[in-house]
């Protein structure tokens, strides 16, 4: 049977579906985090924004008491990077990274690599840990003591990528603090890994959460190379399809691809959201003349707002004593009224989410 074309559009609104961001829905929050896999969780904050565009009724305190019951973890995943995910599917998928992690430190550190006795360092940080959460700067000072002649941060960098840890959270306003505690992965969770990767279940999570999508698109994504024997052994499962440039993309057979007329409403992701990061070719999601926005000098992932399904442009939030702002930058005019007028009102709602203290709120700039 041949492929079945998809539209840009129709790849856009199928994508928004299995992001939740066709519409809030009704979910638990343990539930949206499984379904989205993992949140990118660089920096403490974004996560929250990100359910609360996703999730009816999000409130800060649901994700925190599941950080607290260690139901929700943040710890290194996918491309090496923090993210959160539920305590099951951290478990079940980090081994599936083991190989990406690893092999990060030759690539990273180079000649740093070399004389690094990862294997006694991975030794004692683990012992240092169980002992009782610290903090990786505790950690270096500890690996430096035992070894003058050691690189504080190669040593340090090492432990990071090949012994699993999870930070730890604390009560404070988006759950953790600038600096963290680290907890060996198993004793934090009270279970083993999984000791071997799973690459066709990471697939199918990963298609269930992006799709449909190219091996390249997981590829990106996860950070790891060489899925596509696992693609190729789950074809018979799966569904094909071509997209307008003659991309195969593979996709669950019962996965929603809504008519590409669909309505989209406004949404503002967070820095860093996993939507911007799901593909390789990010056509789907944002125009290519505005793709470089995306990405900073320094390498950071913006803030970003959706209109009718595409990013449209850049947001920040300003705070003065009792006034709060959320200041959009679109790449484009908004040339729509009823868009304008749709991506206050977001604005506005997401504000007094951020800035409850707040007695005044406006949104400038659409």
């Known amino acids: 049977m041949p492929d079945t074309s998809l539209t840009l559009r129709a790849l856009n609104r199928a994508t928004l579906a299995r992001q939740m961001l066709l519409a809030r829905e009704q979910t638990s929050v343990l539930g949206a985090v499984e379904r989205l896999l993992a949140l990118q969780a660089q920096q403490a904050k974004p996560p929250f924004v990100g359910l609360w565009s996703r999730v009816e009724g999000f409130e800060r305190a649901a994700l925190q008491v599941l950080l607290q019951c260690r139901e929700v973890v ?119 890994l999984r000791a071997e990767a799973d690459l066709p279940t990471l697939v199918q999570r990963y298609l269930a959460a992006f799709g449909p999508a190219s091996v390249s698109d997981a590829q990106t994504w996860s950070g790891l190379k060489g899925l596509k024997p696992a693609f190729e052994a789950l074809r018979p499962s799966l569904r094909t399809f071509r997209d307008e440039k003659g991309r195969e993309l593979f996709d669950l057979p019962e996965a929603p691809r809504p008519d590409e007329d669909t309505p989209a409403p406004p949404r503002f992701l967070p820095e860093f959201d996993s939507l911007v990061l799901g593909h390789d070719d990010r056509a789907r999601l944002v125009d290519e003349a505005y793709r470089a926005r995306l990405i900073t000098k320094n390498l950071r992932i913006p803030a970003t707002f959706l209109v009718d399904g595409f990013v449209a442009g850049t947001w920040t939030v300003e705070r003065k004593r009792a006034m709060a702002a959320l200041v959009v930058e679109p790449f484009a005019p908004l040339k729509k009224k009823k868009d304008r007028d749709a991506l206050a009102r977001e604005g506005e709602a997401l504000l007094r989410f951020l800035e409850p203290e707040a007695r005044t709120f406006e949104v400038r700039g659409n």
Do not use: C
Request: proline share 6%; charged share 25%; net charge neutral.
């Open 74 to 192: 943040r710890a290194t995943l996918m491309r090496g990077t923090l993210h959160l995910a539920s305590a099951g599917d951290y478990r079940n998928l980090r081994a599936s990274f083991t190989p990406l992690l690893e092999a990060s430190v030759a690539s990273v550190l180079r000649e740093r690599a070399k004389g690094l006795d990862v294997a006694s360092l991975v030794k004692e940080a683990r012992a240092f840990f169980e002992e009782a959460p610290r903090t990786f700067e505790a950690l270096r000072d500890h690996l430096v003591a035992r070894h003058p002649q050691g690189d504080e941060r190669a040593m340090g960098f090492a432990v990071r990528m090949f012994l699993p840890l999870i930070q730890v959270p604390t009560e404070t306003e988006w759950g953790y603090p600038g600096t963290t505690d680290f907890a060996v992965a198993e004793a934090w969770l009270g279970a083993p």
